[in-house]
């Protein structure tokens, strides 16, 4: 486990080593499971959810990850709600914690980061970081190879756009992307491309 101190640290967005000898040898741990999860049989559902619970923090029914999954601590901090969808190659940086809601589809190459380093060279040479944790409301699509960066909300039913940088909080209800991501429009019912 991740001392206490040290964990109240990784989470509460001050600095601090994650080269610590007691983290990294619990991340070792962890990304042993991490390595286990990724070589099950696609088949075999059964033992993928069993993992799926031992792997994150909180995990609701009907979530499906495609593999391989990344997460530098194996999703120890990452909630995840039900009937949620991972495309391939996700890649969690999960330092800080990380909470997907309900019906949240992610694309192929997505990757969410809560871990940043300090602007200060001289912070940076000690290897010190802080984190900030990510929010996906429910219902939000995220598009293929999306970066949501520390500290992000995206709001409920939102829909990020393929290859955006998330730089800032998105309101819900609406379509952003681009370099950095921005919102461009509102997501209503005349909006919709296609009626059922």
């Keep these: 486990m991740i001392d206490s101190d040290l964990g109240m640290k990784m989470d509460s967005g001050v600095l601090y080593d994650p080269a610590d000898p007691s983290l990294l040898k619990y991340q070792k741990e962890r990304l042993h499971l991490l390595q286990l999860f990724n070589s099950l049989d696609a088949r075999d559902m059964q033992k993928r959810e069993e993992m799926q619970k031992e792997l994150f923090a909180s995990v609701g029914s009907s979530v499906y990850i495609e593999l391989p999954f990344y997460a530098n601590w194996a999703g120890l901090k990452v909630h995840i709600g039900s009937n949620v969808y991972i495309n391939f190659l996700c890649v969690m940086v999960d330092d800080a914690p990380i ?23 001289e912070l940076r040479t000690r290897g010190l970081q802080y984190n900030r944790e990510i929010h996906i409301e429910d219902d939000v699509w995220v598009g293929a190879g999306a970066y949501i960066g520390p500290g992000i909300t995206i709001g409920c039913g939102s829909v990020i756009g393929a290859g955006s940088i998330v730089t800032h909080d998105i309101p819900e209800g609406v379509v952003a992307y681009g370099v950095p991501a921005r919102v461009m429009k509102k997501i209503s019912p005349e909006s919709c491309e296609e009626k059922l």
Aim: glycine share 8%; charged share 15%; hydrophobic share 35%.
């Design 99 to 121: 909470y997907i809601g309900d019906r949240v589809m992610i694309g192929p190459r997505v990757t969410l980061c809560t871990a940043t380093h300090p602007l200060e060279p």
